[in-house]
Each structure stands twice: as C-alpha cells, then as structure tokens.
C-alpha cells in the first residue's frame, strides 16, 4: 500500500465531521462455555423451523507463534486482547484496572475490561449495550464509534467517544464500570475524533481531541490536538478552546495524522502522548512535555517512544502498525502501556484479525518514557501485581494464545462478547424458546445490505482458526438461506448456509467481494453497498436426511485461504470448497479498521 489507511479514509470523516462466550480457560486443548453443562453434540430430533436453531458454536485458535513462544510463570502472551479489539484506552481504581476498546459500526459498542494484572482480562459489560444510545443503523460498518478513552475520578467512571456520522462527540457515565452507563451527553460544540479527558489534581477536568488546526491544513494529514476545559457538573465546554499541538513531531516534516491524544502528570509535569503517522505501517507514538497544564509541549529527544516502522518487513511473525498507547502507572509505582498492533500473515498489512491489544512496559529515563522500538516481543515478563486470582481467570474468556471456547447457548442472554451488525431494532435472538438452543429469527436482510441482519459474530482471534456449529433447519421457500458465515463488510464475506435448489435443501458457499470505490476506504455516506445484493454461488452440494436433524458446519481459516466444509454426522466432514481466497477478508483488501467476524446468519427471502 502506498497511501495511509487513514489517508484513504480519514478525508472523508473529518470533512463530514467538521462541516457468552462467559467461560473459557487458555488451552492448548478445549473449554466448555458454561459450568455444569456438558459439551457433548447434541442428538435429540426437533422439528424444524424456518427460523434455524443452533445447538452450539465452537471457536478454535492455532496459531503456530504461540506454540512456538508459550509463557513461563513469570510471563505473559501478546497480544493480551487477541482479535479486533483496537485503540486500547485503560484506568485505574486502586487494585483494579478497566480498559476499553473501538467496536465502530458494531453492536453492542466498546466492550469493557476488568483485570488485576493487567495481563488476563476478563468482559464486564459493553458501555452501549441499550439501542436508545447511539445510532448507527445504516452506518457502513466501518464508521460509528471511534477510539474511546476510559477514566475515573471520585468514583465515578467516564468514557468520551465518538460516533462518527452519528451525532459527533459524547460523553457516558457510570458508577461500575459494568454499567448501566448512561445516555451520550453531546459536546455539540467539540468536532473531530479521539476525545481524551485528563483530570487535573484540583479536580477540574479537560477535553483534548483531534482536528482540523487553526487556519488552512498546509498538507495532507496535517491535523492538530486541542485542549479545553469541561464544567464538572455539565460536563460541557468552558473557557477557551486552544491547539497545544499543530502538525506533530517534528512539524518541519510534515508529519502526518497526529491523532489519540492523552495527557498524564508525572513528578509535576503534564506529558502529552500523541498517535502520529495514520494506523498502518507508519503509525508511531510520540510525546512532549510541559511545565503548566497550558504548555508550551517541547517534544521529547527520543521521538517516537513506540512503533515499528523502521524494523525490516520480512522479520519472522511480525507485529506492525503499533501505535494508540494509553500508559497507566501500578500501585507498585511501574509503567505499563497498551497499545494496537497488528499481526499479518503476508507482506507487512495483511491480516484478518483486525487490530489488537498489546502491552509493555514503559521506562523513564531523564524525566521522559519509551515503550520500545524494537520487535514487539509475543512473550514478556509480567506487570509487578497480584496474579489474578484462579477463579476468575477460570470463569473469563481467553484472550491471548491459543485455545478454544464453545457457546452453548444455555443462559437468558448472549455472552457479551458477540457482535450483530450495527444498530439493532428488531429482536432476532431467541434463546428462550427452546432452551439450551440459540433461535435466530430470520428477517429479510441480506449481509450485503446497510442495515441489521440476522446476524451475531465472534471476532476471528487468529490467522489460523475454526469455527463450527450444529444448525437445525428448513428452508420454508426458495432464497431462504441461514448458516456459518465469515464477515469483514457488507461487500466481503463468505456464507456457508442451507438453503433451496430446485426444492430440495443444499448447502452452498456464497462469496461476496466488491472492490471498493476508493481502495482501502470506507464510504463516508451511508450510501447502499456496491453491486447487487447477497454473493455469487461457488459451489453447492445436496443435503440427505430428515430437515430435523443437525447439520455441521465448519470454516478453517489457514492465513490467506479459507477451507468451508459440512456433514450430518458428528466429526464426519465433507469438504465443499478449499483454499478459497481468505484475503478478500483482509484490511489490506477489503479496507476499514475492523476485522473479521466468524458467525451465524439467517435470511427469510422477501
């Protein structure tokens, strides 16, 4: 790529803005999503409905790197949040630290994470989690909510957002940081994107954020960081709205895209930590200093304090593209920072995983951090904390290495980590009505259209993974479909589904993949999406049996190429399509900042 996927997409949103997976434990092996449940396959017969029934969804990760580097005691695993789980925000209250994360165009928006050692997470809630927050209904997936920041003060805990093309800047809040959070409170008056709140020790609190810089832009990306005061009570604006960084470091360079400003005080002094150069493989972390809240910001002599562009691109099991730090002091008096990465399996930007959450620690010296910028290690010495105790790292998720989950879909709501597609106004998910069994009611919306399909997705957590599940269904007419799918937009996804050919059920494999207007960019109106809907058929095979008992279906993800298969016994696979062209999944080709989801999809033909 030869222009910063930023570049390719950040004109567009700024012009528009300015004018259960519940248990699991890290394997090299399986675990079970519910206590007391057992993961045995299901037998029993059902009748069929044309609404599908899973009995089950499995997600396996094998990712030959983290094989290849397992932690010792005394270590952990990066990426600590694997999958898309990009611009990391973090807090602390006492003991315990809370993080957040971008989901944009993705519902429930921003997951939020709690942990004691900064190293095993575990999912606490999601800050928008009601449809009455936010609207990105016909949003392209890639927009809505940008890079949070997380802070608490006077226990109280505050999140600033962006909902871009969905009302601008905002405010939530909370007295756990589990929720219930509360409606936006909109700064109508703050425009751009990545607000940050910095609260001052005389408790006063201020806004830093990106946008345009005073006057003309002199080149392409050039943005600049303001500050301004918000009241305490109102939480709105007050006083003057200044720019305390214009261009980035050093600005003779031209340097392009400084962006997820933060502000931290440290012996005394206010240190401004800055994204700089857009999110691919040029994205970096700077840093200036000031003596007074109100600067001037010197830059520090070691600029950038992380990134690795400079490392060379064919380096072993690269991690690139790091950048968006929020740095966070222990209560043993250490540094530590998270921060995105990406890990591609081809070329230096091309992955499937979406960007990720890493951790290392930050060294002072002469009164300045660094983080590194050397090859981001996937293995490292732990944080200086209370391990997390046992009970809750066996009742969390995993979230770095390798390992398997499966969802049995036997409490009253779905985990919080699975995704829908936007915005939600119908209630299509159905675990009530045949306990134990996950009904999803299929509507007439197709994955290629702009708005909120039957669909719920687990983020694909590794470049080599598989997911799988046992559907019951039966077509009631012809274009009805529902099965396994793996999603990266409304024009690039793959859907193994069960459907009607000729009225006899088949399962076929559907592949959509429409090259963007502007390659690499998402489209800055909700406009509908390219060609016509759903996907050209590859390949298609007939179903045998009764339409009450299950079918199997599988997606392996080996890197670049995707293998789908099914079968109507346990463990018996018949392959219907290999090494189909996993790339179209990729930021690289498909473009945006998110990344792909593996999930379940139902469609009732209009």
């Not at 575990?122 to 909510?145: A, C, E, H, K």
């Not at 895209?257 to 401004?272: F, M, Q, T, V």
């Not at 921060?339 to 591609?344: A, H, K, N």
């Not at 392959?575 to 593996?598: E, H, N, Q």
Request: proline residues 9%; hydrophobic residues 40%.
């Amino acid at each position: 790529m030869t222009r910063s996927l930023f570049a390719r997409a950040a004109a567009l949103v700024l012009a528009a803005l300015f004018a259960r997976i519940a248990v699991a434990q890290p394997v090299r092996g399986s675990a079970r999503v519910s206590a007391g449940v057992s993961v045995g396959v299901t037998t029993d017969a059902r009748t069929a409905t044309a609404d599908p029934q899973f009995d089950w969804f499995e997600y396996a990760g094998r990712d030959s790197v983290f094989e290849a580097a397992r932690p010792g005691p005394g270590a952990y695993e990066n990426p600590i949040i694997a999958g898309f789980y990009p611009d990391p925000s973090v807090t602390r209250v006492g003991g315990d630290y809370y993080l957040v994360n971008s989901t944009f165009g993705y519902y429930p928006g921003i997951p939020v994470w709690h942990s004691r050692d900064l190293v095993h997470w575990t999912q606490i809630g999601n800050v928008i989690d009601r449809p009455s927050q936010l609207r990105f209904d016909s949003l392209p997936i890639t927009m809505g909510v940008f890079a949070p920041t997380i802070r608490e003060h006077a226990g109280t805990f505050y999140v600033v957002n962006t909902c871009v093309l969905c009302g601008g800047n905002f405010v939530v809040t909370a007295k756990h940081a589990a929720g219930p959070w509360s409606d936006p409170i909109w700064l109508r008056t703050i425009d751009g994107i990545d607000p940050s709140l910095f609260f001052d020790d005389d408790g006063r609190v201020y806004l830093l954020h990106t946008t345009a810089p005073e006057g003309r832009a002199r080149y392409e990306g050039h943005n600049a960081i303001w500050m301004q005061e918000l009241d305490r009570a109102t939480l709105q604006p007050v006083g003057p709205h200044r720019v305390r960084l214009d261009a980035g470091v050093p600005p003779d360079t031209q340097p392009r895209y400084i962006e997820g400003p933060h502000l931290l005080k440290h012996d005394g002094r206010y240190y401004l930590s800055a994204a700089q150069g857009g999110t691919e493989q040029r994205h970096a972390q700077v840093i200036l200093r000031a003596e007074s809240l109100w600067g001037p910001y010197t830059p520090g002599p070691n600029n950038p304090i992380l990134t690795q562009r400079t490392l060379p691109p064919d380096r072993p099991a690269p991690v690139t593209s790091t950048g968006h730090a929020d740095m966070i002091e222990t209560q043993a008096g250490e540094w530590w920072a998270v921060f995105l990465g990406v890990r591609p399996y081809a070329g230096a930007y091309t992955f499937n995983t979406g960007r990720e959450t890493f951790l290392l620690p930050v060294t002072w010296k002469d009164g300045w951090p660094f983080i590194t910028t050397d090859p981001v290690p996937y293995v490292h010495a732990r944080p200086r904390l209370p391990r997390e105790p046992a009970a809750a790292v066996a009742g969390s998720v995993p979230t770095s290495g390798n390992f398997r989950v499966r969802d049995e879909f036997d409490g009253p709501r779905l985990a919080p980590s699975w995704l829908m597609i936007r915005t939600p106004r119908d209630s299509f998910v159905d675990l009530a009505s045949t306990p134990g069994t996950l009904t999803l009611r299929a509507r007439p919306v197709e994955l290629s259209a702009r708005g909120q399909p039957s669909y719920i997705g687990h983020r694909q957590q590794h470049a080599r993974a598989t997911a799988s599940t046992a559907m019951r269904y039966a077509p009631a007419k012809a274009g009805d479909k529902a099965g396994l799918a793996a999603f990266q937009n409304d024009d690039h996804y793959y859907l193994l589904a069960v459907t009607l050919r000729d009225g006899r059920r088949v399962v076929q494999l559907e592949r959509r993949a429409v090259a963007p207007a502007v390659a690499g960019a998402a489209a800055s109106t909700p406009a509908a999406p390219a060609g016509p809907p759903g996907g050209e058929v590859l390949a298609h095979a007939p179903l045998d049996g009764r339409a009450d008992a299950p079918v199997y279906l599988k997606i392996d993800a080996r890197g670049g190429r995707y293998d789908f298969s099914y079968g109507t016994q346990p463990g018996r696979w018949t392959t219907l399509v290999r090494d189909a062209d996993g790339t179209i999944l990729s930021t690289d080709t498909a473009g945006g900042f998110v990344g792909a989801t593996l999930g379940l999809f139902a469609y009732a033909a209009p």
